[in-house]
């Protein structure tokens, strides 16, 4: 079984639904990422979070916000989604101790019409 | 602020052709440098990390080498496979922060 899952893997929605998307992580570790992913322009962290209480904006955080429901779960949420959000996301998850390499999800591919 | 600009691909290889992909960066204080790697369909994985001036990096038959003085961590394979086909992200991280800072990511496509 995969160590970090997300879902939906795909998602196709309208402009002004609220949506979710969902990170599971069975690795045992605190901190957890939601990254998106544009071609061209790599990977850009949305938000973080070092442990269940501690929540972070990343460098990208307008119009998204998120949950961490306990250490194995991290929420993201586009409270009214518009078609500049039409992306690929990714949850990813690290040690501590090992706190400089990430383990990432499989991705969820986010259509905005 | 801290940034990392890679090669643009796609870079297109015949099998067992030497690779080279560079990666050049700018930070304040000491970054931690990675390479990391996407298959089709899949999320990204850590390929190889160099923490300080001068380490090598190695996993796969691929290397790189941290250089300080140049600003670079470019990533070499002396013969790709089909199999290395991917999208390939040079990534930084500052100490204390534990938040990677990513490259826009070169594509290699490696053709029998």
């Known amino acids: 079984d995969a160590d970090v899952t997300q879902t939906p893997r795909n998602r196709i929605t309208k402009t002004g639904k609220r949506i979710m998307l969902e990170c599971s992580q069975t690795?045992?570790?605190?901190?957890m990422y939601w990254y998106r992913q544009d071609p061209g322009l790599g990977l850009r962290l949305i938000y973080y979070?070092?442990?269940?209480?501690?929540?972070n904006k990343g460098e990208i955080s307008d119009g998204y916000s998120v949950s961490r429901q306990a250490q194995a779960k991290f929420s993201l949420s586009l409270e009214s989604a518009i078609p500049n959000q039409t992306a690929l996301y990714f949850c990813?998850?690290?040690?501590?101790?090992?706190?400089?390499?990430?383990?990432f999800g499989p991705g969820t591919r986010l259509l905005v019409l | 602020g801290d940034s990392v600009t890679q090669m643009e691909g796609p870079v297109t290889l015949s099998e067992e052709a030497f690779l080279t992909i560079n990666c050049t960066y700018t930070?304040?204080?000491?970054?931690?440098l990675f390479w990391y790697v996407q298959y089709p369909g899949e999320g990204l994985q850590l390929l190889l990390k160099?923490?300080?001036?001068?380490d090598k990096g190695s996993n796969k038959g691929f290397e790189a080498t941290y250089r300080k003085e140049t600003t670079s961590f470019h990533l070499e394979k002396g013969s790709v496979q089909v199999s290395d086909s991917a999208v390939y992200f040079c990534?930084?991280?500052?100490?204390?922060?534990?938040?990677?800072?990513f490259g826009a990511g070169t594509r290699l496509a490696v053709h029998p």
């Open positions: 990813a998850t690290s040690d501590f101790d090992r706190a400089e390499t990430q383990y």
């Open positions: 690795k045992g570790h605190d901190r």
């Open positions: 979070s070092f442990d269940v209480k501690d929540i």
């Open positions: 930070a304040t204080g000491y970054p931690s």
């Open positions: 160099a923490t300080k001036a001068d």
């Open positions: 990534a930084l991280s500052t100490s204390g922060y534990n938040k990677l800072i």
